[in-house]
């Protein structure tokens, strides 16, 4: 007689620890999304930094308080705040209990308000039946939510939005030409060469040191006497505190990016800090970071001569296959320069075995007679300089967005002479917190097909 009743003391137990929602054998609720502790980490980071960057006053006036939705790359699932809230009592609820998995967020469910939680584990449960407590433990849900992300006290005073929004607005493609300082035509008569000093020629071998010819190996731009950024040497260093950020979208959101390299300044990057090239090799192996060709020097297609352009477009791709063990499918031209004509240009990227260019010629989209795309830049600004207001306008109007930056430009201002300007990597990250809370969907360039959904 006792095992039956103790088998029905475990059912009771099961119905009523489980508030009437229907557990499957791993203890997760049917219909529910499955999250792995990587993609829980990317919604948190997602929800933290966009409180942080509300509180600091960074994001636009309407943006302030909570986002409206996260977009889940790896599982192209828009996360309503809603979700978002309930996964984040789930952490909390998970860490009172010491247990740390499984991650998951209730599928389909629609979320309202309820008034209060006495903890964090009952708001948890609420949640699993679509109730978001508006006070737990004492304190609103915002404040609490603050405090326990952050782990600071703050009076935490925005109005909440609607919790289940799940919209697909647009498809952005974050893109960025990765090169070092300010590749800046000769005409400008401040330009120095790579043979000026050993900094300059950093990432070339001693037969590649061709300095009187900077159409072919560009030169670059100098830097402003006030100094802060001391880590690296220059050029270098604006190349590499820019690329921190841009690859840090990705290991923080999981969000993809779209990276145009020119081949010496990546040897350069390697040399001075392998462990930032080997980050971006683990985000290309887990497909958040697409490889594109800048060329090997930064090459102006147009002024040298036809030969050579076409060898510099098929050396980068083979150079970046090779170092990034992947394929190359795009190539935006230094300069946004063109090889000839529109038509030759495409023809001559076909020769090489791209698929897609960025760059300035008159097609956008497929180009007409051939299996190739250009995919032109189209925010007329770097992102870097726009605010966030000025970019959540511009998901309104435009049918999609191409950016484009730089490592520098996300450091430095405008100008043929660097000089820093340290807010500008803030209000870039700005810009892409607003973008995904208000619908942005990032893509690769590569599979960004200029059509809105
Ligand atoms: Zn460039």
New binding site residues.
Partial sequence: MRIPALVIILVLIGILSSNCTFRNTTGIPADTIVLTTEEADYIMNFLTDFLVFSEEGKLGMPDRGFPKQFYLYDKDTVISLGEMLSLFFQLQSYEAKATKQPFFIPKQQVFSFVDSASNPQEAYELSLQGKIPKRIAGETLQNYTYKMLVGENVNYNYKIPDLNIKEKVIKISFTF?I?SGR?VSDASGITISPCKDDNYSLGLEEDEKVCDNPSYMAWMSPRDNKIIYTQYPYPQVSGILGFNVILNYSERYGIPITNFI?KKDIVAFNILDKELVDRARLLVKKGLFEVGS?TRY?THLGFVDEELAKKELKESKLFLEEFFNTTVFGFRA??LSILNDDDMHVKALLEANYSYSSDSIKYVGKVPGHDFFNKPWNTKKYTAYMSPNEFREMMVEKEYIITLD?PWNMAYQDGNILVEEPNLIDNHRAIVLTAISNGGIPVLLRDLNLSKS
Avoid: A, K, L, S
């Fill in positions: 030409d090169e590749y020119v800048h930064h230094p300069y730089h």
